[in-house]
């Protein structure tokens, strides 16, 4: 195995039972209960599911940026492969003051985030260029000049053309597909280990989604970056991820490369996802198949199965009598399911 191969395979980001608790009226919501996963150097890891799974809290809670109410707990072990002397060494960002300077160092500058939004993400205050520069000034340079020249060469990576006027002109002037192209330079402008993309194609219409999926895998080859890529869409999985994460209800229920998802789907929410998709060449007379019901809300949620109401194969006293644990399917492939438990006579 090569040392590029070899680096590819360590963990640049560990998650370890992450745990999201917010205090409500009426009981305590568990919006993310035990949450696991990896994240390794130059791989994309996709964390797919419906809205309302907890995709954006846990992908929040890697850089301490969720709001106060939500109480916080678990392990996000950091291995920056930049920092003197940290090689070996995993920093918990979760033990870290959420307003420190150490913190804020890594906001940024080593794990670097595309918001949801890029409608609202931008401050209407400021000019695109303004809100570019600002993070290059905190993490890479004092000089205005310098800060602008590098501003204005991602702004030309990502597609911009025109790039000293844009750099002037304030978020209402730009498209939405422009708006997120601008969104992608503010984030790669200081060269993260780690970029975090929660629905970075929102409300772009399908050219210009395939246009900026195309620009982040550009850039993924030339910075060398990890990407943790957050969506509902599994088509953006298949084409952008080598792992996979399926999450409902605050849980991982199943996790493996991408084409074992594909391709071996194993919990029945993971295959309830893949049925619903639209596939080319199919029966046009046929509806698409729909998974019936929604999300519960997790709270005071008693110990048993998130998936159970929705269900298709749900076993009575079995998977709302208890938690579900995780089972083992291969080396690489994990499932949340009792039909695969050795306990309950599963595969």
Excluded: W
Aim: proline share 5%.
């Amino acid at each position: 195995m090569t040392a590029e191969a070899v680096q590819t395979q360590q963990p640049l980001l560990r998650v370890r039972d992450l745990k999201i608790r917010i205090q409500m009226d009426n009981g305590v919501m568990n919006a993310v209960d035990g949450v696991d996963f990896e994240i390794r150097k130059g791989k994309t890891l996709g964390l797919v599911g419906e809205s309302g799974c907890g995709k954006s809290l846990t992908s929040r809670a890697l850089l301490s940026i969720n709001p106060k109410e939500c109480e916080t707990s678990g392990t996000v072990a950091y291995l920056s492969s930049s920092e003197p002397g940290a090689a070996g060494k995993p920093l918990n960002l979760l033990s870290l003051d959420p307003n420190g300077r150490q913190i804020r160092s890594i906001r940024g500058r080593k794990i670097a985030m595309i918001f949801q939004e890029p409608m609202t993400a931008f401050s209407p205050m400021y000019t695109i260029g303004n809100q570019i520069t600002e993070a290059i000034l905190i993490h890479r340079t004092r000089n205005k000049k310098e800060a602008k020249k590098i501003a204005l060469e991602m702004l030309s990576k990502v597609g911009i053309s025109d790039q000293e006027k844009r750099f002037d002109q304030y978020p209402h002037e730009f498209s939405g597909g422009m708006r997120q192209r601008a969104m992608i330079s503010m984030a790669l402008s200081c060269n993260p280990e780690l970029l975090i993309a929660d629905e970075p194609t929102t409300a772009l219409d399908v050219t210009i989604q395939a246009q900026v999926l195309e620009l982040m895998k550009t850039l993924q080859q030339e910075f060398g970056m990890a990407i943790l890529l957050v969506t509902h869409d599994l088509g953006i999985i298949a084409e952008m991820c080598d792992e996979v994460a399926v999450m409902y209800l605050g849980k991982i229920v199943e996790q493996a490369p991408v084409k074992e998802i594909f391709h071996n789907p194993k919990h029945p929410y993971t295959k309830g996802l893949l049925r619903s998709m639209p596939r080319l060449g199919g029966n046009k007379s046929k509806r698409l198949d729909s998974i019936e019901g929604a999300v519960p809300i997790p709270v005071n949620m008693p110990p048993m199965c998130g998936f159970y109401e929705r269900c298709k194969d749900r076993m009575e006293g079995i998977c709302n009598a208890q938690s579900v644990p995780a089972t083992q399917i291969s080396g690489s492939h994990t499932v949340r399911c009792f039909l695969y438990s050795d306990q309950h006579g599963g595969e």
